[in-house]
């Protein structure tokens, strides 16, 4: 499994994103290395898709679904709605995508 995290440096919400993302791992019985990745420029923004630090992919896939993959890539900050902390992507949300990886990785 590749566990991907883009972030822009100084980014208040990218290491409490990446130990949500270690939490869920631990949980699920997988080891996994995070892949930590800092967004310095827009050319950058652009060639990785990125929507926003902090973003995170499970084997390539944005864990927020592909309904936010619409719109411009710029180096921003980014929200997802329903945690409780709106900069850090919800515990159930990284859950979901990392099991639906594992089911992809079965078939």
Known sequence: MR???FF?????????????????L???????EIHETA?????A???????GSPT???NGRDIA???QQ?????????LYPGSKEPGVPPVEMIRRAVRDALDGDRQ
Do not use: M, W
């Not at 822009?8 to 869920?24: F, K, S």
């Open 3 to 5: 566990v991907e995290v």
């Open 8 to 24: 822009v440096p100084d980014c208040p919400h990218h290491p409490a994103a990446v130990q949500r993302v270690r939490d869920v």
């Open 26 to 32: 631990l949980a699920e019985g997988i080891r996994a």
């Open 39 to 43: 967004i310095t420029d827009a050319n």
């Open 45 to 51: 923004a652009q060639e990785l898709r990125f929507r």
């Open 56 to 58: 995170i992919r499970i």
């Open 65 to 67: 679904g592909e309904s």
């Open 70 to 78: 619409k719109g411009s890539y710029a180096l921003a900050c980014r």
